[in-house]
Each structure stands twice: as C-alpha cells, then as structure tokens.
C-alpha cells in the first residue's frame, strides 16, 4: 500500500483540509506496508477457508432469482480510481435504477437476501476486492459518484486509503436501514445527517491507522455480526431521524 507523493494527488486532493491527514499517512509508511502484507494474506486465506460458502451462497441466489451471483457496481477506492465491487448479489437483477440506498423490508431484496444481509454473507465477495488492491480490511466503505459529488474538501482525505470492508463508523451505522425505513426521500436525509457524522469517524479512523486499531475494528465487526451493538458516545442521529419522521408524518396529514 503505497502512499502517492503530494504532487501526485488529484487535484481536488490538494487542499489544505487533507494536507494533515496526509501527514498522518506520511510517517506510517511502514504501517501501510504491513496493513497491505495483511490484507493480501489475511484475504487469501479466507477465500481458501470459506469457498464452501461462496459455492453455497452462489447456488442458493442462482435457485431463487435469475441474474448474476456478484453485484458489481461501480465504487470509489483510493485517489478517487473507479473499481467495480464484488458483492454477492441480494436484490432481484436490475434492482438498483431507483434509491441506491436500502431499507428496512425493501421489496428489492430477495429471501436470500435478506439472509445474507442479515450476517454479512453478502460483503464476502469483496475479499477478492482485497486481495486485488481495490479494498482493504478496514477503511471507509466504498461509495457511489453520487454521493462523492457532495464531499467536502476534507472528506476527500479518505481516499488517501483504499475503500474498505468495515470500520467504526459502518459498525455504529450498522442499523443504518431501520433508521430510513418510512422517510419519504431517504437520500435527502442520508446526505443531510448520515453522511457527515460517518466522515468524521471515517477520518478519524486515518488518524490513528495503525495495525492494533485494524484488529480492534476487525473483532468488533465480528461480534457486531452475531448481535452486539455499539453505539457512539453521542447519539445525536437518533433525534434527527425522529424529527424528521414527525414533519413527514404532519405533513402528510396537511
């Protein structure tokens, strides 16, 4: 995992909000190489250990839905490059021309789906994003033009990085969809509120990259999957998402 010189950056990169950050990622070269041995090491094996899975998960989508097995939307990773994710797919094909985001009993999402969403089956698929170079284990989850189009200059600093598979703002963001189920424009909300408190501990997470900090993330994801739940010390969404479920509600009424 090599760092670009500064002059290297994209344009939009060269601001004085990312300036620190790259700092940060300047003298830990040596970590980004260790960060990168793990990633190739860690997700060769996994791929190894649970192809049983992957053959299991590919056959049970294939018996219920027609289309491919892997969703391979377009995404963001480091230095803004385009890379097509790996995901084992858990809508019905075609599915995505709408909202790109998800909610709670979304009708796009097939029983296995909802299966795989429920524990995570779904993002294994991105281990070979991993091994590649476009992903890494811990890092900020991957996103859609779309939603880079409204990034502030500082947020740009998270692709410094390569996108990744879990981190401390997707573990507190776990039930990211029952908070947007019953809003009438989800993405309005999600770009208002989600977004910018996600980037702060998305960027946070750059400041203290380190190998020790990777493998805390990395349990806690684990365990997240089978029903802990975090939650940040200040829980300010919470009251955000219920106004603005009030105002739709009297609105409706009006």
Do not use: C
Not at 19 to 35: A, D, S
Not at 160 to 169: K, R, V
Request: net charge positive; proline share 4%; glycine share 6%.
């Amino acid at each position: 995992m090599k760092l670009k010189e500064w002059e290297e950056l994209p344009p939009y990169m060269q601001n004085e909000a990312v300036r620190p950050y790259y700092e940060v990622l300047r003298r830990k070269k040596g970590t980004l190489v260790l960060k990168r041995g793990f990633d190739i090491g860690a997700s060769l094996g996994l791929l190894i250990l649970l192809s049983p899975v992957f053959g299991a998960t590919a056959i049970a989508i294939k018996l219920e839905s027609p289309g491919p097995v892997m969703y391979r939307q377009v995404r963001k990773t480091s230095y803004g490059r385009d890379f097509r994710i790996h995901k084992f797919r858990s809508m019905y094909q075609d599915s995505d021309s709408g909202w790109l985001l998800t909610v709670k009993n979304d009708s796009r999402i097939t029983k296995v789906g909802a299966f795989i969403r429920k524990y995570k089956i779904d993002e294994l698929g991105q281990l070979i994003d991993v091994l590649r170079g476009d992903m890494t284990f811990v890092g900020v989850r991957p996103q859609v033009q779309r939603y880079v189009d409204h990034y502030t200059d500082e947020m740009m600093a998270t692709f410094l990085l390569p996108a990744g598979i879990t981190s401390l703002a997707s573990i507190y963001y776990r039930n990211e969809n029952d908070l947007l189920l019953g809003l009438e424009d989800p993405d309005k909300l999600y770009l208002a509120e989600i977004l910018p408190d996600k980037m702060q501990y998305n960027l946070l997470g750059i400041k203290k990259l380190s190998l020790m900090y990777d493998l805390k993330i990395l349990i806690m994801t684990v365990l997240t999957v089978f029903g802990k739940d975090y939650k940040p010390a200040k829980q300010v969404y919470s009251t955000v998402f219920e106004d603005a479920k009030k105002k739709e509600t009297e609105a409706a009424r009006v």
